[in-house]
Each structure stands twice: as C-alpha cells, then as structure tokens.
C-alpha cells in the first residue's frame, strides 16, 4: 500500500531546501491580464537553481540520505532537468551521481549535467527502457535511485514551489501546472488543497503525448509510447503510481496544448515579458490562453515550469 505524501512533507521539504533553492520571483504582465480578462501570477521557476524546478525535488530527497546511501551515491533518468538538478544537487552534498540521459537530450542540457560532476550514461529514449536500466544499475553498484518524480521526497520538494507562490498571492481561483511525470503537479496539489480551498488544479501536457488526461478521465494508468514533441520534459510515457493516486484525489481536470501553442507561449513570454522559457514550461500559459473565457473575472495562478532550452533551438522555433 503506498503512503502518499502530505503538505506536511512539503513545509518540512522546504525547511530542508532553503538556503539552497532559490524563492523564485511571482511575475504579473498587464497584457496578460488584459488578454485573459483575470488577474494573473507566474511562478517563475525558470530562475530557480539550474533552470527548473526540479532542483527542489532533488536536493529534497539527497539530503535525506543516510551516510551508506551518500558514499554509494545516486542514479537517477532524465531527458535534462531532472538530471541537472540530481547532478548539482550531489555535487553540493559531496556524493557520486550517475545519470542516464536520452542520446537525443537537449545540449545545453547534457553540457550543464557533466559540468555539474554528473557521470552521464546514455540511451535510447525510443528503444530502451529507461526504468529497467536504472534499476540494473542501482541493484549492481548499490546506489539509491531516484526517479525523476515519481517519489515522495521528490514530490515534496517540487510541492514547494506553489506552496511560496500561495504564501506571496494568497487565495486562487485556478491554478495551471505543466504536466510530464507528475510531480510538479502532485506536489502543486498537496499545496495547493491546503492553502486554498477554492483553487482548481489543472495539469497541462502536450498534446502529442496526453497520457496523463487519458489516465485521469479513465480511472486507470495509461502508458503510451514515448511522444514525439517539443516538450522534451514531458515526454513521459505515463504518471507514477504515488503522482497518479494524488492527481486523481486532487486535481480537477487535465488539459492539453499543441507544440504550435507553445511557441506562441515562448514568443510571448520572449517578446513582452523579456524572459526565456523552455517549451514544456510554457504548458500552462498555452492552456489558460485556450480558456480565457472561464477565467474572465479570476485570479490565476501559472507555474513556468523552467527555461533550459539551446540559444540555437530557441532561436529556430520563435522564427518559425
């Protein structure tokens, strides 16, 4: 039986986190707010610690290892952010970490994974099972495995962040949440439920790969192959068994966004608000944009998941 993480593993997660993750900034654009007809916050987790919010997870759950798991050391998957925030987070706790990223990872992102001491190994995202290798390695080298979310101590940590955009705000009426694995989402719910009873949580993913609406409209996991899109962080083949049971609880719908409507998000965010931000993090943009008519009146919250994307590949897609 699994023991789902509580909002009160997030107020200790971020007891653990502060002084090492950053608050991130709570950014508002009148144009936005024009645009939707609402009152409109982004949590701009682009500026957080390596690029995303993932680092929050990270470090969360490497400074609960004991001293077996610290000389051992971690493996962990990830297409780059996760694998960024494992990376950075050993190197600040003195731990060895090894990390299997896709052969066709982002650059940038494989590039600050090595310069963050990570000892990168590779696969095919399209091929191999990523989860079995991981696995293989962790029982042979005796390392602990964390997996990019679906975790306790990764969702706490990453439960952090809508936790300070609620404490800064206040009450919402929805909030909009990028949505691969789940744990950003699951981790948003626990905070979210807890300090604003009238939000509604919404999960945003791509809509080339909308395992996550599939499984919560059904009831049941679905797994999907791994989708082709511009959202490399969300290109996840299904929700984890703790996110999935906290998603289903919690969360109130799932909704999707073409790779089109990301650029559209990216070019906006580029253009009027001056900052970069990744496609998987504009999920949540491109979602509320579609929706404006139910949210005239509101105030919304929208998380931006991060901003680790090539200069060359942005700068393709915004000319586009």
């Not at 919402?172 to 789940?182: I, M, R, S, T, Y």
């Not at 919404?202 to 511009?230: K, M, W």
């Amino acid at each position: 039986m699994l023991i789902l993480p509580t909002f009160d593993d997030v107020v200790a997660a971020a007891k653990r986190i502060e002084g090492h993750a950053h608050r991130t900034p709570v950014m508002t654009s009148r144009t936005v707010n024009d645009e939707l007809g609402a009152e409109v916050f982004f949590k701009c987790e682009n500026f957080q610690r390596m690029g995303a919010f993932k680092f929050r997870g990270a470090f969360n759950a490497l400074s609960r290892f004991d001293d077996r798991q610290r000389r051992a050391g971690v493996v962990t998957f990830s297409s780059g952010n996760h694998a960024q925030a494992i990376a950075l987070s050993a190197r600040i706790l003195g731990l060895p970490a090894t990390i299997l990223m896709p052969h066709d990872a982002p650059a940038a992102k494989a590039a600050a994974t090595k310069g963050y001491g990570g000892n990168v190994v590779v696969y095919d995202r399209y091929n191999e099972d990523r989860e079995a290798i991981g696995k293989k390695l962790a029982e042979e080298k005796g390392m602990t495995l964390i997996p990019p979310y679906d975790h306790p101590d990764v969702i706490s940590g990453q439960g952090t962040a809508a936790r300070e955009l609620f404490d800064e705000v206040g009450d919402l009426d929805a909030l909009f949440v990028p949505l691969g694995g789940g744990g950003l989402l699951s981790g948003s719910a626990l905070s979210g439920r807890a300090l604003s009873s009238r939000c509604r949580l919404y999960g945003v993913e791509p809509e080339a790969g909308n395992d996550g609406q599939q499984s919560f409209r059904s009831g049941a996991l679905v797994h999907i192959d791994t989708p082709r899109t511009i959202a490399d962080g969300a290109q996840t083949q299904h929700l984890g068994a703790y996110t999935f049971a906290i998603i289903k609880r919690d969360v109130d719908d799932i909704f999707t966004a073409t790779d089109d409507e990301l650029v559209d998000s990216m070019r906006f965010f580029a253009a009027r608000m001056k900052i970069v931000a990744e496609p998987t993090g504009c999920l949540g943009f491109a979602a509320a944009r579609k929706l404006k008519s139910e949210l005239r009146g509101k105030r919304v919250g929208i998380v931006i998941s991060g901003g680790n994307i090539d200069l060359e590949r942005f700068t393709s897609l915004l000319a586009a």
